[in-house]
């Protein structure tokens, strides 16, 4: 069987729920939670947005919460301040370009202030189900390891697994990645000996891109 192709059959089978951590309540939320994400862990994001996600839903009560409203809820998130500014001026242009929606097109969303062309093909992913792959700091550890992709900059690497990796697992191979890399292809102490794709892995790839 071919090797890419047994390397996500083998993911799928393991991770049964390949989906975003991030907690969200409808595509403006995920799509706030995933601009905070940016250098920081899914996990303290969580954490900030459980309080933030119960008084907030829509773009709107985000511009009356205003950049210091948000500030409070979003503190212990690294880059704060700059993330803070972004969600309220991305809010104020979903009610004054795309009716309070999130758009479900790439050039669109890369238009929000803090939006990024792996931001949108999260949103892109998870809410409009496109098989896009965002490439994070794990998606490029692991696809390195597995020399799935030798570049070092993220849209080369998106590109690659793009090319190589076959249709059907498309949609679930980013979250497959990331959920491999998050517990078991850890960056500085991968767990090999339990690794359900160790005899498929070149272990002298052990050189992660520190890519966000």
Known sequence: ????????????????????????????????????????????????????????STPAQMIELGVDGLKEYIKTIGLFNTKAANVIKLSQQLIDQFNSTVPGNREDLVSLPGVGRKTANVVLNVIFDQPTIPVDTHVSRVSNRLALSVATTPDKIESDLERIIPTEF??????????HGRYTCIARKPKCGECILNDLCDSSNLSPHPIR
């Open 1 to 56: 069987m071919d090797r890419i192709y047994t390397i996500f059959q083998r993911l799928q089978n393991h991770i049964k729920i390949p989906e975003t951590e991030l907690n969200y309540t409808n595509p403006y939320t995920l799509l706030v939670a995933v601009v905070l994400s940016a250098q920081s862990t899914d996990k303290g994001v969580n954490k900030a947005t459980e309080r933030l996600f119960e008084v907030i």
């Open 170 to 179: 498309l949609k679930d191979a980013h979250h497959l990645l990331v959920l």
